[in-house]
């Protein structure tokens, strides 16, 4: 270009491209958002919820049978015990049929009471254990799982470890009334209030 020649010449556009201008800068914020700002999946969860998980059922498949085996009333406590040969769809089933019968009042035709006489009705409070194996449904077993993973261990020098009893629970249901926004707690496994949990832990509601 000569010295003479006027850069801006009439008819020519001076500078970019208006919507090259705007496509920069819609590139520019979203490289920012992205490289930035934390994404949501990136977090931690919080609290000892765990994953929730949608566990495949098979609905041609019969309901488990289930013998309820022990019952702590000072703890609210029922244990459970199913075939060894139970899938983990029909212990999902379970729990849900459970949760369905505790909804509609007749839970107390499949399970003993764990709160008699409660204002809130028979099941108001209740820690459902789910075992496979009656050895480990036994009284000092699912006491060391209520009592969690941090109590002291001299607490039942004799029972069990939680880090051994823990692992053996197929199914747990937690109920309370008490607590309106979230009253029901079924999962697959087993998980303590500190989020200690089992390796196959997975809640289901």
Partial sequence: ???????????KRAGAHPLLVVFGTLIGLWLFVALIVPSSRNKQATGTEGPTVSVIEDPDAAPVMFKVHTTIPDMNTLGLVVPTQA??????????????????????????????????????IADIFIFSD????????????????HAPGTLYPNAIP????????????????????????????????????SKHYRRIF
Avoid: C, W
């Avoid at 270009?1 to 008819?11: A, I, L, V």
């Fill in 162 to 197: 939680f880090e051994v009893a823990m692992e053996q629970v197929r199914g747990y249901y937690r109920i309370d009334l008490n607590d309106t926004g979230s009253p029901d707690t079924g999962s697959l496994g087993f998980s303590d209030e500190s989020g200690v949990h």
């Fill in 1 to 11: 270009m000569s010295k003479n020649e006027d850069p801006y010449q009439e008819g």
């Fill in 87 to 124: 899938t983990d769809s029909q212990i999902v089933a379970l729990l849900k049929r459970l949760k369905n019968a505790r909804l509609d009042g007749t839970l107390t035709e499949q399970l003993p009471s764990t709160t008699p006489g409660h204002k809130l009705g028979d099941h108001a």
């Fill in 134 to 149: 009656k050895q480990f449904a036994e009284l000092e077993t699912i006491r060391t799982l209520a009592r969690g993973a």
